[in-house]
């Protein structure tokens, strides 16, 4: 649940619905209010909604959960730029480089974090144009939420410009030529100027639904002090026009893809997402999305090699952890696919766990528990072994009749690992039991040998001992009769019937002594049947009768249901007859 709300909560972010986001955001923390991640998206939330205190609040939550996550300090440095506090948001942005120095995010927030702080002790200057909409870390959460400019934060050149404004307002007017942006301009004061293209929308993963990536800001290059630069020579320009065509050229491409998987055209899908991998490799969707396609097509070799190329490239890159939990799945997925026996789910689950390490996704989580139980039944199936089984009852036969029963308990119980159907071994190994006084485990494995075989007279009589051996003599009574029902010659059940009905009989004689009917009573009012019985209105008026009405109790006698349940009480020890 709670990651379904976080999940509804990136897809407004992106749609810049911000107070929707911040409500599906704390429905999330709700739910799990020990994830940091859902603190950061909140704040980058409040932030969007220049609600720099609330915003301020969450990113201190973060990094009191996480305490080592460099995202935390980002936010952390946003929302202190927010409320003016650059002193602040410098010491947040340090912080978190001291944990990743490489993280571009930080290495800007900082610079200009400190261009701020700068300005804000110099001398007031004139008002620069379009006053302040370049400054503070809604800039870039504006540009990015909303369709029109969201493929320029990936042009190095537009980049470089709105960082250039954020340090010198006053040099707008050097790149009002330039249509990017004016439109920048038109997202950032609110202002209707075209709709996006096709071409600029975000293309939605195959096989399962994009998440979208509010903990994600743009990551600009990192600021640099201004320098006199030469003019860039046309070449320059050229490349870098080159590969924002190369780039939209390989999202065409990946969108063909996912119409032709969508129609189970696999050979064009896998035509369409190469083409993609070839245009741009600094994508690993197209690799996960062409590895989708290949498991679907059976070619699993093929899958596996896209898969580990995936999160190889996707670390040099730097990519989204999300996309690289996903090709880890979908690699385990593959393995599980193949594996034909137990060992052959240990890389599946292997990948499994990488993938949870990544991204704890649930659908993965499942996918992992279902490989293992598939492994142990297979390691079931694997060393089940008839004769083996059979030796190891005969050593066990051995040990028992040498009196060794702590030992052929061991045989036995390896014997049923071998076979865990035979009734055979239940029975000898409730016998040891029996020997050993462990009645319980006996009682066990006595019933689980009549499971097994309810013609095997054997069965009855190793429940039938234990029954008696705990004193327990109608019950064990029941045993012996029923197993007489099967196997009617049977001398050993007969033997039983008469030493339970002996047992029964000193019972109504009062033939024990007081410490065993204390015993006794005690035992018995500790079974759920005798409860049962006592607590039964019928019953209680019976034994009234018995005492007050003996006329009546006769009658009573006559009915066969009554008449058991009383010779379960005098069994028991409840109740004497005289």
């Known amino acids: 649940m709670a990651e379904e709300a976080k999940a509804k909560g990136n897809a407004a972010f992106s ?8 409500r599906f955001f704390s429905e999330a923390i709700d739910l799990a209010p020990t994830n940091h991640v859902l603190y950061s998206n909140r704040s980058a939330a409040y932030a969007s909604l220049h609600k720099y205190n609330e915003s301020l609040v969450d990113a201190k939550k973060t990094v009191e959960i996480k305490p080592d996550w460099s995202k935390g300090y980002s936010r952390l440095g946003a929302a202190h730029v927010g409320l003016g506090s650059f002193d602040e948001a410098i010491a947040a942005y340090k912080k978190g480089l001291e944990l990743d120095p490489n993280n571009e995010a930080l290495k800007s927030g900082l610079a200009d ?20 909409i370049f400054q503070g870390p809604e800039l870039w959460a504006k540009l990015t939420a909303d369709p029109s400019t969201r493929g320029y934060l990936q042009q190095p050149d537009f980049v470089k410009m709105i960082q250039d404004l954020q340090r010198n307002p006053n040099n707008m007017s050097m790149y009002l030529a330039d249509q990017r942006m004016m439109q920048a301009l038109g997202v950032l004061l609110n202002i209707k100027m075209r709709s996006p293209s096709p071409g600029e929308m975000e293309v939605p993963e195959t096989e399962e639904e994009a998440e979208a990536e509010s903990e994600k800001q743009p990551e600009p290059e990192p600021s640099k002090q201004p320098e006199p630069e030469p003019e860039p020579e046309p070449v320059v320009l050229s490349e870098e026009k080159e590969a924002r065509e190369r780039k939209a050229h390989a999202q065409k491409e990946k969108e063909a893809g996912n119409a032709a998987y969508k129609k189970k055209d696999f050979e064009t899908a896998i035509q369409h997402y190469t083409e993609a991998v070839e245009l741009d490799d600094e994508d690993i969707s197209f690799l996960t999305n062409r590895a989708a396609v290949y498991l679907e097509m059976g070619k699993y070799e093929e899958c596996i090699k896209d898969c580990d190329k995936a999160v190889e490239r996707g670390r040099e890159l730097r990519s989204d952890f999300k996309m690289v939990a996903r090709a880890l799945t979908r690699k385990g997925t593959t393995l599980a696919k193949m594996a034909k026996c137990s060992k052959d789910y240990e890389p599946a689950i292997e990948a499994f766990q990488k993938a949870l390490t990544e991204h704890r996704n649930p659908d993965t989580l499942k996918k992992l528990n279902d490989a293992e139980r598939a492994k142990k039944e297979l390691e079931q199936q694997e060393y089940f072994d008839p004769q083996l089984a059979d030796e190891e009852r005969e050593e066990g036969n051995e040990c028992f009749k040498q009196q060794k029963y702590p030992e052929a308990v061991r045989h036995y119980t390896q014997a049923l ?13 409730a016998a040891c039991y029996t020997k050993l006084g462990a009645m319980p485990e006996g009682l066990k494995d006595a019933e689980k040998c009549i499971e097994l075989d309810p013609t095997f007279s054997k069965g009855y009589t190793r429940k039938g001992a234990v029954q008696f051996f705990m004193k ?18 049977n001398q050993e059940l007969r033997d039983g019937v008469r030493r339970c009905i002996e047992q029964i009989n000193k019972t109504n004689r009062g033939d024990i002594s007081p410490e065993e009917l204390k015993e006794r009573q005690a035992k018995g009012m500790q079974d759920p049947e005798i409860q049962n019985i006592l607590s039964d209105p019928i019953m209680r008026q019976v034994l009234t009768d018995f005492q007050e009405n003996p006329g009546s109790a006769q009658e009573h006698l006559k009915n066969p249901q009554v008449m058991n349940k009383i010779q379960k009480l005098v069994s028991a020890g409840i109740v004497q007859l005289k």
């Open 15 to 22: 749609a810049g619905r911000f107070e929707e986001a911040t």
């Open 113 to 132: 974090s400190q261009s701020a702080a700068s300005r804000s002790r110099a001398p007031p200057s004139s008002a620069p144009p379009f006053g302040n």
């Open 417 to 429: 690992r071998r076979n865990p159907k035979d009734p055979r071994v239940y029975s000898n190994r």
């Open 472 to 489: 327990e003599y109608d019950k064990a009574l029941e045993t012996y009769q029923e197993g007489l029902k099967q196997d009617p010659n």
